[in-house]
């Protein structure tokens, strides 16, 4: 966290600490939130971080299947998030009745179900993965069973080339990672030819055979902080460059552009403001609400997930709160 100089961000800083809050934020957040915020990471670290705090409020600066996460592991607490409305193409192209639908007809899939989903169709889900343990997953999923990977079908093609394993794949696709192209890649590369490429797994195929390293937002800071190259090439959400600009400095990060527009920010990541985001510690508004059954059914493939293997999980950590 950077020591805040505006009055906003120090307002912010005071409800905090009345509240007993913590601050979770994604890597795609705006930069003023990235710097006021607790903890700053991808999918998997949020999630640890949500399933080990001690504070009495969280307020979770992503997207809404990321605060309903946070809530389902901590069902006692309160969780906030600064837009409500902060959605993800994944999530919307997966809806749980057409998933429970497609498993009534094949009883044997053991689903893998990316975190970017809703509650309720982690709740259908044997096991919850993110881009950074998406292999890890896939390896430890039961060997005798069928695997279907919902709903990021980008991802899960590269899990199937990581991992050797068939996967039946739901066809959802992430608006963001999906504009970049084989052959605007290729233009940038030429541009800049020592400069390694780094792809987030949501790209294409096209693009990621191009890529010297495919791994989630968090991956991408390490790769990045060791590798030698004094400049690379990011394809991925517009704010992890500033994430990036921060952990690596002196190094130079150019953005992968697309062919034909300006289209590598997330306009869900992007809802959230700093007034956003003192409202809801302010106001305690809005809130993350799921039914008890949901939370329920949802809280075993996350626990499994996090438990780092895919065997049933044991305990969970909300309990007693
Ligand atoms: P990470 O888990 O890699 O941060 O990715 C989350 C996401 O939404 C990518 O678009
Ligand atoms: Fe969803 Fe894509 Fe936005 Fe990530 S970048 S939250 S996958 S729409």
């Given at each position: 966290?950077?020591?805040?100089?505006?009055?906003?961000s120090?307002?912010?800083?005071?409800?905090?600490?009345?509240?007993?809050?913590?601050?979770?934020a994604?890597n795609?957040?705006?930069?003023?939130?990235?710097?006021?915020?607790?903890?700053?990471?991808?999918?998997?670290?949020?999630?640890?971080?949500?399933?080990?705090?001690?504070?009495?409020?969280?307020?979770?600066?992503?997207?809404?299947?990321?605060?309903?996460?946070?809530?389902?592991?901590n069902?006692?607490?309160?969780?906030?998030?600064?837009?409500?409305?902060?959605?993800?193409?994944?999530?919307?192209s997966?809806?749980?009745?057409?998933?429970?639908?497609?498993?009534?007809?094949?009883?044997?899939?053991?689903?893998?179900?990316y975190?970017?989903c809703?509650?309720?169709?982690?709740?259908?889900?044997?096991?919850?993965?993110?881009?950074?343990?998406?292999?890890?997953?896939?390896?430890?999923a039961p060997?005798?069973?069928?695997?279907?990977f919902?709903?990021?079908?980008?991802?899960?093609?590269?899990?199937?080339?990581?991992?050797?394993?068939?996967?039946?794949?739901?066809?959802?696709?992430?608006?963001?990672?999906?504009?970049?192209?084989?052959?605007?890649i290729?233009?940038?590369?030429?541009?800049?030819?020592?400069?390694?490429?780094?792809?987030?797994?949501?790209?294409?195929?096209?693009?990621?055979?191009?890529a010297?390293?495919?791994?989630?937002?968090?991956?991408m800071?390490?790769?990045?902080?060791?590798?030698?190259?004094?400049?690379l090439?990011?394809?991925?959400e517009?704010?992890?460059?500033?994430?990036l600009?921060?952990?690596?400095?002196?190094?130079?990060?150019?953005?992968?552009?697309?062919?034909h527009?300006?289209?590598?920010?997330?306009?869900?990541?992007?809802?959230?403001?700093?007034?956003?985001?003192?409202?809801?510690?302010?106001?305690?508004?809005?809130?993350?609400?799921?039914?008890?059954?949901?939370?329920?059914?949802?809280?075993?493939?996350?626990?499994?997930?996090?438990?780092?293997?895919?065997?049933?999980?044991?305990?969970?950590?909300?309990?007693?709160?």
């Amino acid at each position: 966290m950077i020591v805040p100089t505006d009055s906003l961000s120090q307002e912010i800083l005071d409800l905090k600490r009345a509240r007993r809050a913590v601050i979770l934020a994604h890597n795609y957040q705006v930069r003023e939130i990235q710097e006021i915020a607790d903890y700053v990471g991808d999918s998997l670290g949020l999630s640890q971080q949500a399933a080990a705090t001690s504070a009495e409020v969280i307020v979770f600066c992503g997207v809404h299947f990321m605060a309903e996460t946070a809530k389902i592991l901590n069902p006692n607490k309160v969780v906030v998030l600064p837009d409500k409305d902060a959605g993800c193409s994944l999530e919307e192209s997966c809806p749980a009745d057409r998933l429970a639908a497609l498993q009534a007809t094949r009883p044997d899939f053991y689903t893998i179900a990316y975190i970017n989903c809703s509650a309720a169709v982690k709740a259908l889900s044997d096991v919850i993965c993110t881009s950074g343990n998406a292999v890890q997953m896939a390896l430890a999923a039961p060997p005798d069973r069928e695997l279907l990977f919902v709903p990021d079908e980008n991802l899960g093609q590269w899990v199937m080339e990581q991992t050797g394993r068939p996967m039946t794949l739901w066809r959802g696709n992430c608006y963001v990672h999906v504009e970049w192209t084989h052959a605007a890649i290729t233009r940038i590369r030429r541009e800049h030819p020592d400069a390694p490429l780094v792809a987030h797994p949501e790209c294409t195929k096209a693009v990621r055979m191009l890529a010297d390293e495919v791994c989630s937002t968090e991956k991408m800071v390490r790769y990045c902080k060791t590798s030698p190259a004094p400049a690379l090439i990011i394809a991925t959400e517009a704010g992890m460059l500033h994430r990036l600009r921060r952990e690596c400095p002196g190094k130079t990060f150019i953005p992968a552009p697309t062919d034909h527009c300006a289209c590598n920010e997330c306009r869900f990541m992007k809802m959230n403001t700093l007034e956003k985001l003192r409202n809801c510690l302010r106001d305690l508004s809005p809130q993350v609400t799921l039914p008890d059954d949901v939370m329920a059914r949802a809280r075993q493939p996350i626990l499994r997930m996090l438990s780092g293997a895919g065997a049933p999980a044991v305990s969970t950590p909300a309990e007693g709160q």
